[in-house]
């Protein structure tokens, strides 16, 4: 839940798109990991595979469709984005069809594991641990890297930063 939280106020704090198919996008990655693992009985594959593909996927619905919309308002925003929640839903159903899939913890990473007297499956102490890394390197990148000052600067003011030469429309496909 931290990922997909720290995604939905990444958009929307920075970039003020509101963006109902947040879930969705996660669906539809989290079925693309069940294909790749599926087709390669690879869970680390599909742990890089996925989001990648995912980037890409929205790097163009941002270049396609978003830029058409970031000034016009949430309205317009909300119809857009519940419109991709939609098409998303039917896209999936329609090559996986209406049950869920999941996808088995790879080895190593199965079974339970004691800690302070409480049990924990491996798996999700795997999963903490992955929210804590992305959620450090996001918290360094805003603070101390260059894209986090750019990231800031466009938040802050977006003409100004255009003026200063950081390119906002390329930034923001990167943030998406």
Do not use: C
């Amino acid at each position: 839940m931290f990922l997909l939280a720290a995604g939905l106020s990444i958009i929307f704090g920075l970039m003020n798109v509101l963006n109902l198919a947040h879930g969705s996008f996660y669906m539809v990655g989290a079925y693309i990991a069940y294909s790749v693992v599926v087709a390669t009985k690879s869970f680390w594959l599909a742990l890089v595979v996925a989001p990648v593909l995912l980037a890409v996927i929205g790097a163009a619905l941002e270049l396609v469709f978003f830029r058409r919309v970031y000034g016009r308002g949430h309205l317009a925003q909300v119809l857009l984005t519940f419109g991709f929640t939609l098409v998303f839903v039917d896209l999936i159903r329609s090559q996986f069809g209406p049950t869920t899939r999941s996808i088995p913890p790879p080895s190593g990473l199965e079974g339970a594991v004691q800690v302070l007297g409480a049990t924990f499956s491996a798996y999700s102490l795997f999963v903490l641990a992955v929210a804590t890394v992305v959620g450090a390197l996001l918290l360094v990148g805003w603070r101390s890297l260059r894209v986090g000052a750019v990231l800031r600067a466009g938040v802050e003011d977006k003409e100004m930063a255009g003026l200063l030469g950081i390119n906002l429309p390329r930034v923001f496909t990167l943030t998406f």
